[in-house]
């Protein structure tokens, strides 16, 4: 991989959540262009070699800094390094930006209501769409489903409520929606294509899919995508391609 591709930024603050996920700031350079959804290529230097992985930015794209929401893998060549980052280290980011999980891609159906569907650090891309403007001027209803395993997991509730106050003032069709699927206590504790198959999620949101006016984003556990996104299929959804459909995804691993 060839190092002209990647410039060299300074962590600006690390914020722990639980043992295994932590966010983390960095400087942004004034090239380093993104629309909220997609990911940047964070490299970092392991005994002499620059191991590189995708990071969805979780910050605005009018954002001075760059902000990522990390899991650490305990054997993983990268996040086993990444979890002790430090304020002043260097990491190694791609130029350009990447991906296609952004609203730009819905040409057909209008837009009507948004569902942003994420599992653990698959939250990230849609707290850079939901500090966008024009995400809430798009929509009537979003709907924010954010599903992790336990309630220690659950980053970020602060920012969103704060997010929404912001970004969303005046808006009244925004619903946070957490799903807690080790805690039988919950309200919402089934995986997600559970709660599609059954009603209780279009319950929780107090709207139903709808075939000519939900866009639909699923994000994370690649198993959960899957499962998700026939659970949609199920209930008249389509994928979204070339701008027409309902359904947009994005795999983690
Ligand atoms: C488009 C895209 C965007 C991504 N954005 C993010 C992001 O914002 N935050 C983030 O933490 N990761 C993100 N990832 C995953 C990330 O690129 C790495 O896989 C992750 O940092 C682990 O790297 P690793 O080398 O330690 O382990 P890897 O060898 O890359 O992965 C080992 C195993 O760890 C598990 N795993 C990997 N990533 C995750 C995860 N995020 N949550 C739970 N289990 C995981 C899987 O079982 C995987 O097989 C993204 C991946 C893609 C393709």
Known sequence: MSIEKFSVEKVLSVHRWTHNLFSFTMTRPAHFKFTAGQF???GLMVEGELVVRAYSVVSSPFDETLEFFSIVVP???FTS???HLKVGDELYLEKISYGY????RYQQPLPQDLWLLGTGTGLAPFLSMLQDFETWNKYQQINLVYSVRTESELAYVERIQEIADLFGEGH???KFIPIITRDPNA???DRLPVLIGNGELEK???LSFNRDGSHVMLCGNPQMVEDTKEALKQRGLIMNRRGEGNIAVENYW
């Open 204 to 206: 929780a949101a107090g």
């Open 75 to 77: 054997d993983g060549a």
């Open 40 to 42: 940047a290529r964070i």
């Open 172 to 174: 009244t069709g925004f």
């Open 101 to 104: 999980l952004t609203l730009a």
């Open 187 to 189: 309200a919402l504790h």
């Open 81 to 83: 390094n990444l979890q």
